[in-house]
């Protein structure tokens, strides 16, 4: 079974900022690295990207990076761009599959991000484990649940760490 080639194109926000070395540190990650990724997320998840290209867009700002539009934070070190565009390309897999907390009306942003996250949080470990072991999975845990203002990922993740492999597995199967 193949795996169909997902293009990322990586574009700085804009010329002000010297966003130029990021994006060709995404760039860079992604040349080496894309293929693989995509290969190991299908794997560990059991589902297959919809989309075959996606424009990101690598900019400088306060607020954390987003799924949909792809938008990468520059000021990410090196060691982690791979970890949060992961991250962000497993949002992607799951939405495009409409994978989702269920229809229940959430009383607040802030809980219905914890929901995406607990199940984002099903595959992620696994995925981030197969890439490259276990103690980068670590330290990217760490690294999201130390990010000023969410909140939501240090619940997400306690939850998620909670589980087994296998109770992980058995969870998002149930999805």
């Known amino acids: 079974m193949s795996t169909k080639k997902l293009v990322i194109n990586f574009y700085p926000d804009s010329d002000i900022k ?26 560990v998840s059991g589902l297959k990207f919809k989309e075959s290209f996606i424009n990101a867009i690598v900019f400088q700002a306060k607020f954390p990076s987003q799924s949909s539009p792809l938008c990468l934070k520059a000021d990410y070190p090196d060691e982690r761009k791979v970890s949060f565009l992961i991250h962000e390309l497993t949002h992607r897999l799951l939405a495009g599959n409409g994978i989702k907390p269920q229809q229940e009306k959430f009383k607040s942003e802030e809980e219905k991000r914890l929901a995406v996250h607990k199940i984002l949080y099903l595959i992620l470990y696994d995925i ?8 980068f999975a670590k330290e990217s845990v760490k690294s ?16 998620a760490l909670s589980l087994s492999k296998k109770e992980r597995k058995e969870k998002f199967l149930s999805l």
């Open 144 to 159: 999201e649940i130390n990010i000023p203002g969410t909140g939501v990922y240090k619940k997400a993740w306690r939850w």
């Open 128 to 135: 981030w484990v197969e890439l490259y072991g276990e103690k």
């Open 18 to 43: 010297n966003l130029e070395p990021a994006v060709e540190k995404y760039q860079e990650i992604w040349r080496r690295e894309g293929k693989r990724i995509v290969k190991i997320m299908e794997k």
